[in-house]
């Protein structure tokens, strides 16, 4: 990888929302919780819910990742909370899309997602960048329904 393509895929965009990564922690009370790892890069998120009437009301996330999986995971924190599973689960799948077949950027409000265009040309990074939406998922399976 050379260093200019290095610098496009960790741009300011990308490291702002690397930096502010909302709900971050531990849910004590989580009605369903999930950790996925991905071994090709030892990045980790464990995520914690809350659901109610099918919604997402509370959130939280442990997160030790790359900068383009904590930008993911930024995004996800600014808009997970009032979600259901579908929209969630939508905006992963747009996410896998525009990363792995030249879909569009997802729709609000997922839109910010659109900063980590520049990944597509790097799949060994999809996994990591995937990961929070993958553990939301899987915490808000292990919820009681």
């Not at 009605?31 to 991905?38: C, E, M, P, W």
């Not at 930008?71 to 600014?78: E, I, K, P, Q, T």
């Not at 996410?95 to 790097?122: C, H, I, T, V």
Request: negative net charge.
């Amino acid at each position: 990888m050379a260093d200019s393509d290095l610098m496009q895929l960790y741009s300011r965009r990308i490291l702002a929302l690397a930096s502010d990564i909302p709900h971050l922690g531990k849910l004590d009370h989580a009605t369903g919780s999930a950790h996925r790892r991905s071994p090709q890069c030892g990045s980790s998120v464990t995520a914690h819910v809350v659901m109610h009437d099918g919604r997402v009301a509370e959130f939280a996330q442990e997160v030790r990742a790359c900068a383009l999986g904590q930008a993911s995971a930024g995004v996800l924190g600014r808009t997970a909370l009032g979600r259901t599973r579908d929209e969630i689960a939508s905006a992963r799948d747009a996410l896998q899309a525009m990363l792995k077949s030249d879909g569009p950027a997802p729709a609000p409000p997922f839109e910010e997602l659109e900063a980590l265009l520049p990944a597509r040309e790097f799949p060994n990074r999809h996994a990591s960048i995937l990961l929070a939406w993958e553990a939301l998922l899987g915490a808000i399976d292990a919820s009681p329904a």
